[in-house]
């Protein structure tokens, strides 16, 4: 068994992971990759191999405790499958890293003390991740751990895409945009990088669409602005986030409806997006099967706030060559692409309606001006590539 290294990402009611076997041409191979859903209601334990076949599946008919127990039932069952002597590191999302953490770290007491501070800024992830974190060292203490951030890609912003009109005290102590699904869109770049180098040298905008949705503006493969900012909450509507929303709103529910800050957060984290607009689901799949008129709406919503942010993103790349759909929705739904595309066909961007039904690889006509395509985003592979990096940095190695 070759060795291997574990990437985990740890969110409030799953834990998916991914086990890559570090081969000889240093290539990183899929022995195992699944998830624990159901954390807190009835755990469902899946994982496959590399070609898809199912290597366990368990269910808990009860809570069957939290995060660490499962996640030891997790380490457990990777020693049995990797052997326990043979996991190099585990590597870890952690969402946000503030403007200290630039790159990937070791995780030290003192690094998960800082990232601690950043729990408000985050609250739907940050704090599962940071637990993840105490958790494996707690079980697996002589493996070196390695934090990954969903922020860093995004350090090479230029200031003016970070700044807030805000008095400069306040940005000085971090009060900034950052932005978030780094991890994702650093993924794609160099996926992009490979597949077309010359879209990748180019002005090209990402659109992770999933539960959560943000959109990217790469100049060259580098990120030079986003939709999310200080938090996770901006920019586009999501499963239950509310996207971008005037701060006088934020205002109005504490001093005019007397909301407390806490029944604020859930509103805005929880109860809104596509969930709040339609009071039907937050799942893109359930909206577009509903025969609702609200479900209809709220799926309306999501496009033409993707269509105006993208406008914007445009603005800021001054032109674009590509763009590039990307996680559940967008790999997933021909339909969502479909209507995105249609509001940005002012910019000479033509789908080609059976490529974009196939879910082709690129989805644009020949004729099209902006290139589209489509790549599976791999969070889970940038963190364990990230992980080698750090716990053995002499090794050379390809995806
Ligand atoms: P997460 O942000 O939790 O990682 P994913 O990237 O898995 O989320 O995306 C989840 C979203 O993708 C859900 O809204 C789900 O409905 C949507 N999705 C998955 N498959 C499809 C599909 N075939 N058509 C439309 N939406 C889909």
């Given at each position: 068994m070759a060795d291997a290294v574990l990437s985990l990402n740890v969110g409030s009611s799953s834990i998916k992971f991914a086990l890559y076997g570090v081969g000889s041409t240093d290539a990183l191979e899929v022995i195992a990759a699944g998830k624990i859903e159901g954390i807190g209601s009835s755990p469902h334990f899946i994982a496959r191999d590399g070609s898809g076949r199912i290597l366990v599946e368990r269910r808990w008919e009860n809570a069957a405790g939290g995060h660490e127990l499962l996640l030891d039932e997790l380490l457990t069952w990777i020693d049995k499958t990797a052997g326990a002597e043979r996991l190099l590191g585990i590597g870890h999302r952690v969402v946000h890293g503030g403007a200290g953490f630039a790159a990937p770290v070791r995780i030290t007491e003192r690094a998960v003390a800082a990232l601690s501070a950043f729990i408000p800024l985050a609250p739907l992830h940050q704090p599962h991740n940071l637990a993840a974190i105490q958790a494996a060292t707690a079980l697996r203490p002589g493996v070196p751990q390695v934090a990954c951030f969903d922020t860093a890609y995004h350090q090479t912003q230029p200031p003016v895409a970070t700044?807030?009109?805000?008095?400069r005290a306040l940005s000085d102590e971090g009060i900034r945009r950052y932005g978030f699904h780094g991890l994702s869109y650093e993924y794609v770049a160099r996926a992009l990088a490979r597949l077309d180098p010359s879209m990748a040298s180019g002005r090209v905008i990402a659109a992770h669409l999933g539960n959560g949705a943000s959109l990217c503006a790469m100049a060259g493969g580098r990120s030079i602005d986003t939709t999310m900012g200080f938090t996770a909450l901006d920019g586009l509507v999501m499963g239950t986030r509310c996207g971008a929303i005037d701060p006088g709103v934020i205002l109005y529910l504490e001093q005019a409806k007397g909301m407390r800050a806490e029944e604020v957060q859930q509103l805005l984290y929880e109860d809104s997006g596509l969930l709040g607009v339609s009071g039907v689901s937050s799942d893109m799949r359930d909206l577009l099967a509903s025969p609702a008129e609200s479900a209809r709406q709220a799926v309306e919503l999501f496009v033409y706030r993707i269509a105006r942010e993208a406008g914007a993103l445009v603005s800021s790349l001054a032109g674009l060559d590509g763009l590039v759909f990307t996680a559940g929705i967008g790999e997933n739904s021909p339909a969502i692409r479909a209507l995105v595309c249609e509001r940005l066909a002012w910019l000479g961007l033509e789908i080609d309606a059976q490529a974009n039904a196939a879910g082709a690889a690129t989805i644009s006509t020949a004729n099209s001006r902006v290139t589209v395509r489509i790549i599976p985003t791999d969070e889970e592979r940038m963190i364990a590539m990230h992980t080698l990096d750090i716990i053995t940095p002499h090794r050379a190695r390809t995806a």
């Open positions: 700044r807030f009109g805000i008095p």
